[in-house]
């Protein structure tokens, strides 16, 4: 793979927090055009790889390349967007799906975060994307669990990220929604989006990622979903026996 | 007597016009900062500021400087040292909160019994408003109207930090900074409220109108204007009533304010049962 094709890539990167180590000697290379699933115990180290991505713990050795810049570089310009746990949300906050969006241009906006004229444009071409522009004055505890994500997304789009990294995105959604939420993800990747999740959703995986990185403090495997998603990798990386999944 | 007369003939009187500009002032300054504090679930940490800026206000006395900025620094005191008890024990935070706050308070309890007489104690502790000097009503209405408009100007900004600090950090945003500009915030309208409710009441200030408000509404713009009307309406009922009634004007815009909070809860209640209770029959 050439440097130019890499879209994330930590080497040797070890994050301690205090005395506990979070991650050690964690490398990976994940490419562009990409929908990689992380997968890993609660604990393993998932959270911290996504902190690390955004910039938002500083390993104590070990780079972190995020579009070819640094992660302080890469949050100025906005590569990664977040889209958080549901429970870690306050719905009931007084902000309407369209303001949540509008904050993915806060970035880009002058000290007072007023938006232009470009900021109303892309979050309406945001909201379109994501199906959710009849839906852009209801404040956000008024949607559906679905609803609630693609919100999320769309505010990920209207930052102009190239990455969106999700967790548990599929957490308290029903087959049929968590299905066409996939069917948008996979879209954007389509679109040239770089998407990755952390799940615990094992069964869907291989119909969902084509790629899939293991961790357990470090990143134990990472590659096409064909090659890593196997029972003896993923069964180590979970310490134990999975009769549930059905493997390549 | 006529209304416009109710009104006017009061402020006739220079304490009373002080009284009245300073009390709206205070009120309007606590009800913008209410809506973030409720929204980001610091009702506590605003009630421990507030007690915790007492020994700054006795030392500021006894030092002769403004006791504005003797406040300030123990109030920015009280932050620090709970920040860093937090950060580096198994304690939980509410209870590191009320060990703080209740320190620092004992110790201008201390302070207070052998400098100060009991009267102004109960002017630090309940506020008198009606007693302000010139000097002080200038200090609290340039104060607080300058934390009103800056808090105002940067609202976007403090609504993502309370909204979804990470999202915020993500995007290379100050967060660190913004968390501290806004406890900086916090703390000077706690000072320059203290003088008119007092320290003991300064914290109903900061949670009561934005906690009716966000009863009343979806939008954090209307949040922020019904908070504000509140405030003005419970803030002019309470020098009013001292006026008239003599009774503390600190103690009358607290008590206005809750009940003006039980009058929207009820009313919200009972028409969210009759609302259910004509589904149900309907269904």
């Known amino acids: ?248 | 007597m006529d209304i416009l007369n109710f009104i006017l003939e009061p402020l006739q009187y220079a304490f009373m016009f002080k009284a009245v500009v300073v009390s709206t002032v205070v009120g309007v300054a606590c009800a913008i900062l209410s809506c973030f504090l409720v929204l980001k679930g610091w009702s506590l940490l605003g009630d421990a500021i507030s007690h915790a800026v007492l020994p700054g206000v006795v030392l500021a006395y006894m030092l002769g400087i403004p006791f504005g900025l003797g406040a300030f620094v123990f109030a920015m005191l009280a932050v620090i040292l709970i920040g860093y008890i937090k950060n580096n024990t198994k304690i939980k935070e509410d209870a590191v909160m009320g060990i703080v706050f209740t320190t620092l308070f004992a110790l201008g309890l201390m302070l207070i019994s052998k400098i100060i007489s009991s009267v102004d104690l109960t002017h630090v502790l309940f506020g008198e408003v009606l007693g302000i000097s010139d000097n002080d009503a200038w200090y609290t209405f340039i104060i607080l109207a300058l934390v009103s408009v800056v808090v105002l100007m940067f609202r976007r900004t403090f609504l993502l930090f309370c909204f979804d600090p990470t999202h915020a950090q993500s995007l290379g945003l100050p967060v660190r900074f913004i968390h501290y500009a806004f406890l900086a915030l916090l703390a000077v309208t706690i000072t320059g409220s203290i003088q008119t409710v007092g320290i003991i009441l300064v914290i109903a200030m900061l949670i009561t109108p934005g906690s009716t408000a966000f009863l009343l509404t979806k939008r954090f713009s209307s949040m922020l204007q019904i908070a504000i009307g509140i405030s003005i309406l419970s803030s002019l009922i309470g020098a009013y009533s001292s006026y008239y009634f003599n009774i503390a004007t600190g103690g009358t815009i607290v008590f206005v304010q809750g009940c003006i909070f039980l009058t929207v809860f009820t009313y919200q209640t009972i028409a969210t049962n009759h609302k259910n209770r004509r589904q149900l029959k309907l269904g």
């Open chain 1, 1 to 248: 793979m050439q440097t130019k094709d890499i879209a994330i890539s930590l080497k040797n990167v070890n994050v301690r927090y205090n005395n506990n180590i979070a991650l050690k000697d964690a490398s990976i290379d994940i490419a562009y055009h990409t929908f990689t699933g992380v997968i890993g115990m609660n604990g393993a180290g998932k959270s911290t790889l996504f902190k690390a991505i955004m910039g938002l713990v500083t390993p104590q050795t070990g780079t972190v390349t995020i579009c070819g810049d640094d992660t302080h570089t890469a949050q100025k310009h906005g590569h990664v967007a977040y889209v958080p746990q549901s429970e870690l949300v306050d719905w009931d906050f007084p902000v309407s799906v369209y303001e949540v969006v509008m904050m993915g241009r806060v970035g880009t906006q002058n000290i007072f975060k007023t938006a232009s004229a470009v900021d109303h444009e892309t979050v309406a071409t945001a909201l379109e994307r994501v199906n959710m522009t009849q839906f852009k004055n209801r404040q956000i505890g008024e949607l559906s669990g679905g609803q609630k994500k693609r919100v999320f997304v769309a505010r990920a789009l209207a930052q102009g990220a190239d990455i969106l990294l999700l967790d548990e995105p599929f957490a308290g959604l029903d087959a049929t929604t968590e299905k066409s939420l996939i069917a948008l993800l996979i879209s954007l990747k389509e679109a040239g989006k770089t998407i990755i999740l952390a799940t615990h959703d094992l069964l869907s995986l291989p119909d969902t990622c084509d790629h899939v990185a293991l961790v357990k403090s470090t990143i134990i495997a990472y590659g096409p979903t064909k090659e890593v998603f196997t029972r003896e990798l993923v069964e180590k990386t979970f310490d134990g026996v999975l009769n549930h999944v059905k493997f390549n």
